[in-house]
Nanobody, 123 residues
Framework: QVQLVESGGASVQAGGSLRLSCAAS????????MGWFRQAPGKEREGVAA???????TYADTVNGRFTVSLDNVKRTLYLQMSKLKPEDTAMYYC???????WGLGSNLYAYWGQGTQVTVSS
C-alpha cells in the first residue's frame, strides 16, 4: 500500500513559518489526491488543505491565506507551507492520500495516512 512519511514539524513562535513535507512511496501512481490534517489534544481531526493530482486545491477557512499546499508529482512529495502561525495551529499534523474521487477535507476520503509530525506554536 501507499506509504507516507511526514517531516518538518517543530516548535515556533507565533507569527513564524514552517514547511511540512510528506514523502509518498509505493503505488503512488494510483493516487488521486493528498491532504493535510491536524489534531490537537482533546479535539477531533480536521482537514487543513488538500490537493488533487491535477493541481486543484482546497483549504479550511481557518488557514486560508496563511497556508499553502503544493504537490510535486515528480518527487511524489506533498508540502504545506505555513506562515503567520498562531498558537491555535498547535497540533499533530498528518498527511493523507486517496486513490479515488471524491476528494476534499473529509478524513473519510483518504485511505492512507502517515504517522504525523508535531507543530507547536507558542505565544
Amino acid at each position: 500500500q501507499v506509504q507516507l512519511v511526514e517531516s518538518g514539524g517543530a516548535s515556533v513562535q507565533a507569527g513564524g513559518s514552517l514547511r511540512l513535507s510528506c514523502a509518498a512511496s509505493r503505488y503512488t501512481d494510483r493516487l488521486y489526491s493528498m491532504g493535510w490534517f491536524r489534531q490537537a489534544p482533546g479535539k477531533e481531526r480536521e482537514g487543513v488543505a488538500a490537493v488533487r493530482t491535477d493541481g486543484r486545491k482546497t483549504y479550511a477557512d481557518t488557514v486560508n491565506g496563511r497556508f499553502t499546499v503544493s504537490l510535486d508529482n515528480v518527487k511524489r512529495t506533498l508540502y504545506l507551507q505555513m506562515s503567520k502561525l498562531k498558537p491555535e495551529d498547535t497540533a499533530m499534523y498528518y498527511c493523507a492520500a486517496g486513490a479515488f474521487s471524491p476528494w476534499g477535507l473529509g478524513s473519510n476520503l483518504y485511505a492512507y495516512w502517515g504517522q504525523g509530525t508535531q507543530v507547536t506554536v507558542s505565544s
